[in-house]
């Protein structure tokens, strides 16, 4: 009887030091959170610069310039940090063609790679394909013999999937490198 005491005992003892140990981070993790837009200027100003200053059209083409014209990158991460003045902050663009779609977000620490496969095979279509390389050329394809038929794929629908959280944000690191999205809970 003492035996299976104890083993009762030490059954249930690690089945709570599991459950304390997922719980906190479940439980304690708040959501995303949209903090808002960015003053780049006041940023750049932070850095010695003069302002911050659009030299195209793309959100890319933000950049602090120097009083003498001079033009530096500048990182929309580490502004969003400096911003809202909290380590938790990353950075998410709307819209790659639109300079004014980037916007701040406090997030918990650690990302997930989107399971593109996974998504496009759970929603019924063949697999997953990489038409270029660039964030946006992602897309579900159906194969038949008269060819392949290509799919937009919604990045947040595969978070969702991916990490199984509807409370997620979608974010690329490099426009140009398409493997770098991310899931952030």
């Known amino acids: 009887m003492r035996s299976i005491s104890k ?17 906190p981070a479940a439980a304690g993790a708040s959501p995303p959170r949209e903090l808002g837009g960015l ?25 602090c310039a120097a009083a003498d014209g001079g033009r530096s990158d500048l990182t929309f991460d580490a502004a969003c940090r400096w911003t809202y003045a909290t380590g938790d902050a990353v950075d998410r663009i709307g819209d790659f063609r639109d300079p004014t779609s980037v916007k701040c977000w406090q997030v918990a620490p650690g990302a997930v790679a989107p399971d593109f496969e996974n998504y496009c095979t759970s929603t019924g279509h063949s697999a997953a394909a990489l038409l270029g390389t660039t964030v946006y050329d992602w897309r579900c394809v159906n194969h038949s013999r008269g060819g392949p038929t290509y799919f937009s794929v919604d990045v947040l629908a595969v978070c969702r999937k991916t990490t199984s959280v509807t409370a997620t944000v979608e974010r690329f690191v490099n426009y140009y490198d398409a493997r770098t999205w991310q899931c952030r809970v």
Not at 40 to 52: F, M
């Open 39 to 63: 003053d780049l200027g006041a940023y750049c100003r932070s850095l010695g610069n003069a302002g911050a200053v659009l030299a195209g059209s793309t959100a890319y083409d933000w950049h």
């Open 7 to 23: 083993t009762l005992f030490a059954l249930l003892t690690g089945v709570a030091s599991v459950l304390a140990a997922a719980s």
